[in-house]
T-cell receptor
Framework: DGGITQSPKYLFRKEGQNVTLSCEQNLNHDAMYWYRQDPGQGLRLIYYSQIVNDFQKGDIAEGYSVSREKKESFPLTVTSAQKNPTAFYLC?????????????FGEGSWLTVV | DQQVKQNSPSLSVQEGRISILNCDYTNSMFDYFLWYKKYPAEGPTFLISISSIKDKNEDGRFTVFLNKSAKHLSLHIVPSQPGDSAVYFCAARAGGTSYGKLTFGQGTILTVHP
């Protein structure tokens, strides 16, 4: 089945550690995105990439890093510089030339700092 | 600076009645609006969208209304069903930006009672 796979679903991190969240899509989409959701809040854009080897900061990029070495993969690293990393992280993808509603989300990854 | 606002954190309706979810925005550059439905610990799923050139769009039980002068949109669900119980997010996109570069509201928790 085509879709977006995020892993792990649940992740615990000790303070001061970097962690990487995986996102893979087999939809042949050009663009990929990372969003963060905090309780009682909407989704906020962290980073996005419209083509391989290129990415842009979103609204809350501080403390995060990404790479886009392959079209189907867009991993997100939560660094120790991120002050409040505990959140629900959502990866998404979309084609670059299409109607406006074609953005697809993965199932999300829960990150908890302990 | 909350550019997309959903001022009602929750809404409770009886099965069979109408559910009306509201959303306000401030950015005049937004020209495309979407509604997503989300269950806990899952990714959002697309419901319905509307372009700024329209003032209404229908899809089955779901209708979205856009009032550009008031910078307000609403989602109507008729008739409401218990399976509609979820968090509903309003999202907006500015013209000329990547399809997935969305600004989300805080969400409204809809509960439909049998």
């Amino acid at each position: 089945d085509g879709g977006i796979t995020q892993s792990p679903k649940y992740l615990f991190r000790k303070e001061g550690q970097n962690v990487t969240l995986s996102c893979e899509q087999n939809l042949n989409h050009d663009a990929m995105y990372w969003y963060r959701q905090d309780p009682g809040q909407g989704l906020r854009l962290i980073y996005y990439s419209q083509i391989v080897n290129d990415f842009q900061k979103g609204d809350i990029a501080e403390g995060y890093s990404v790479s886009r070495e392959k079209k189907e993969s867009f991993p997100l690293t939560v660094t120790s510089a991120q002050k409040n990393p505990t959140a629900f992280y959502l990866c998404a993808s979309s084609p670059t030339e299409s109607s406006g509603n074609t953005i697809y989300f993965g199932e999300g990854s829960w990150l908890t700092v302990v | 600076d909350q550019q997309v606002k959903q001022n009602s954190p929750s809404l409770s309706v009886q099965e069979g009645r109408i559910s009306i979810l509201n959303c306000d925005y401030t950015n005049s550059m937004f020209d495309y609006f979407l509604w997503y439905k989300k269950y806990p610990a899952e990714g959002p799923t697309f419901l319905i969208s509307i372009s700024s050139i329209k003032d209404k769009n229908e899809d089955g039980r779901f209708t979205v209304f856009l009032n550009k002068s008031a910078k307000h949109l609403s989602l109507h669900i008729v008739p409401s069903q218990p399976g509609d119980s979820a968090v509903y997010f309003c999202a907006a996109r500015a013209g000329g930006t990547s399809y997935g570069k969305l600004t989300f509201g805080q969400g409204t928790i809809l509960t439909v009672h049998p």
